[in-house]
């Protein structure tokens, strides 16, 4: 099973930039969320969606986009990349039972 | 939501039992305890969750005192390989979901 499949793995841009993170699940799970994680500090909740066309914020959502139009797929967009979303971003599904499955990151440079 | 403290980080001798402490005084009563690990720089890894009674699966057992305000959770025979962060949340029941938020987690280090 693939499970959560995150591209790219790695991205370098520029101040200004802008770029899509993909995310994508095969377990038909409803809700998906992004998340960013900081050197040494805990993951911070971004966006998240509890079905197709359903999405929130969460504690960080300033300067991310989201949307759902399958079930399968969860896109976040940067529209203006700054140095502060320099981070890594961890996209997860999670199954009725309520557990979390995450994908194996994107590593994110803004330059 | 909830939020849970854990201590920053703690030992452990490789053999041994570890047991992380997590408090959740503010939990609401239709609210699951979530531990989850993250290995190095991998996205975090399920463990156990578990809402009044105790659970117990293959890597782990959770213990939820009887007031819900704490849990533990016992590794019970720690390798080298268990050395993460481990997280404990807390996260709507099944049917409502919200946000499930991650605090900073603790550092176990298992050492031979």
């Known amino acids: 099973n693939a499970g959560v499949t995150q591209t790219p793995k790695f991205q370098v841009l520029k101040t200004g930039q802008s770029m899509t993170l993909q995310c994508a699940q095969d377990?038909?799970?409803?809700?998906m969320s992004w998340y960013r994680q900081d050197p040494g500090m805990g993951l911070r909740l971004i966006h998240y969606?509890?079905?197709?066309?359903?999405?929130d914020q969460g504690e960080v959502p300033n300067g991310y986009n989201v949307s759902r139009s399958t079930t399968e797929d969860f896109p976040l967009r940067l529209l203006s990349a700054a140095p502060s979303q320099t981070s890594v971003y961890f996209c997860?599904?999670?199954?009725?039972?309520?557990?979390?499955?995450f994908g194996e990151g994107s590593r994110l440079t803004v330059l | 939501d909830a939020k849970t403290t854990q201590p920053t980080s703690m030992d452990c001798a490789e053999g041994r039992a570890a047991n992380l402490p997590c408090n959740h005084s503010?939990?609401?009563?239709?609210?699951?305890v979530y531990w989850y690990r993250q290995i190095h720089s991998q996205g975090p890894q399920y463990i156990i969750h578990?809402?009044?009674n105790n659970e117990t699966n293959e890597m782990a057992s959770l213990i939820i005192t009887e007031d819900r305000k704490s849990s533990t959770l016992i590794l019970p025979h720690a390798t080298l390989r268990d050395t993460a962060v481990y997280y404990c949340?807390?996260?709507?029941?099944?049917?409502?979901?919200?946000?499930?938020?991650f605090g900073a987690g603790t550092q176990v280090v298992v050492t031979p």
């Open positions: 997860a599904s999670r199954q009725n039972t309520g557990e979390l499955f």
């Open positions: 503010t939990i609401s009563g239709n609210e699951y």
């Open positions: 969606s509890v079905g197709a066309g359903i999405t």
């Open positions: 377990m038909n799970h409803e809700y």
């Open positions: 949340i807390v996260g709507p029941a099944r049917r409502s979901w919200g946000k499930l938020q």
């Open positions: 578990g809402l009044k």
